[in-house]
Structure formats: C-alpha cells, structure tokens
T-cell receptor, first 114, second 116 residues
Framework: AQSVTQPDIHITVSEGASLELRCNYSYGATPYLFWYVQSPGQGLQLLLKYFSGDTLVQGIKGFEAEFKRSQSSFNLRKPSVHWSDAAEYFCAVGGYSGNTPLVFGKGTRLSVIA | GAVVSQHPSWVICKSGTSVKIECRSLDFQATTMFWYRQFPKQSLMLMATSNEGSKATYEQGVEKDKFLINHASLTLSTLTVTSAHPEDSSFYIC????????????FGPGTRLTVL
C-alpha cells in the first residue's frame, strides 16, 4: 500500500539557516513525488514535483528536493530560510493514472525564529 | 500554474441544513477532481474522487448519502454536505487534475465549514 512518512512533526529553524524536511515513501510502482506548502487557513501550493529524470528538482521559492530511490526518500531543502517560509509542508506520492489520488504525509510544521 | 477556485471560502450553518461547496478549474478542463477533508493540525484525508459525467468514487468510511458529489462539467464539481452536524465542521479542500500535466493536482484555497 502507498504511504508517506514525514518523521518530523514540527521543526524550528533560525532565519537564514538551512532547512531539510524529511519524507519517506512506500509505493508499489514508479512514484511521482510532490511537496506542497500550506499557510494557515489556506489551500495547498505546489512547491515542486518529481516524475523522472534528474533526481534533484528545483521548485519555487528557492526550494529543492532530491529523489533517492535506494532510500525511498524525497527530502525538501532550502539553503537559507526566510520568515515567510513558516507554514505546514506536506509530502505526497502518486502514480500516473487518470484517477490516482495523492497520498499525503501527516505534514511538518515549520517555525522560523529571528 | 493552473488555478482552482472554491466557493464559498467559509460558511457557517445551523445543524440540519445542507451546504453546497463549489470547486472550479479556471483555466483548464478537469476530468477528475478530488475532495479532501482536513481536521485542525492534521493532514488531508481523501473523501472521494469526482469524475466528470459519472458517479463519484468514495473512500471507505465516507457516507456517500451525506456527502453528495456532482461533477456535471469539465470545470465544476460540487460537494453538498446534507443535514450537516457539528462533527461535519472541517476544512474542505478540492483539487483538480490537469490532464496536460501528468498527475499534477492543483488545489483550491479550501472552504471552512462551521456547523452550529
């Protein structure tokens, strides 16, 4: 069965520090992987996605993620965090199919301190 | 990126009434839309898959007679919460799959439902 694990429920980083959010997945076929960000009371915004090809993908807002098949991981990184990055981050996995819903992790809440 | 809208963004209703939430894909045609429910500080829980022109597919444990889904056009899906009760209070989010981009879903801004 498909599943996504985000081991960290809450992370606090200082503004300007680097960030890595962990995501591990379990999927029976070639996974399509996504990172979404959600601000309080808002919908989800797509940060980046991996379908195939280069395992290091660049997204919006300076985020990047690396797909590591051997570790079943798709960790999100940012070299320098800004206060506006404080939000909830969700990792999701899906497959290529007309009706494939995404399976979401439980999310990681990011707090940014001065 | 593609835009998905939801209306209303928030709604307060009395227990026993029905509430309709609309989900629209504004700049693409979506044959498939998904409805999720999110409890405070929790992840998204898939409720159902809405297919244009056919019946929705509901996830286990979701009452299809309570959460009516209609996908009458390629740009509109509606979720109607019938005979709402306080336990139905939640954040409802829809997403629409852009068929031109492999399995990429774009999410609406969500609808906050509060049942008194």
């Amino acid at each position: 069965a498909q599943s996504v694990t985000q081991p960290d429920i809450h992370i606090t980083v200082s503004e300007g520090a680097s960030l890595e959010l962990r995501c591990n997945y379990s999927y029976g076929a070639t996974p399509y992987l996504f990172w979404y960000v959600q601000s309080p009371g808002q919908g989800l915004q797509l940060l980046l996605k991996y379908f195939s090809g280069d395992t290091l993908v660049q997204g919006i807002k300076g985020f990047e993620a690396e797909f590591k098949r051997s570790q079943s991981s798709f960790n999100l990184r940012k070299p320098s965090v800004h206060w506006s990055d404080a939000a909830e981050y969700f990792c999701a996995v899906g497959g290529y199919s007309g009706n494939t819903p995404l399976v979401f992790g439980k999310g990681t809440r990011l707090s940014v301190i001065a | 990126g593609a835009v998905v809208s939801q209306h209303p963004s928030w709604v307060i209703c009395k227990s026993g009434t029905s509430v309709k939430i609309e989900c629209r894909s504004l700049d693409f045609q979506a044959t498939t839309m998904f409805w999720y429910r999110q409890f405070p500080k929790q992840s998204l829980m898939l409720m159902a898959t809405s297919n244009e022109g056919s019946k929705a597919t509901y996830e286990q444990g979701v009452e299809k007679d309570k959460f009516l889904i209609n996908h009458a056009s390629l740009t509109l899906s509606t979720l109607t919460v019938t005979s709402a009760h306080p336990e139905d209070s939640s954040f409802y989010i829809c997403s629409a799959r852009d068929p031109s981009l492999t399995d990429t879903q774009y999410f609406g801004p969500g609808t906050r439902l509060t049942v008194l």
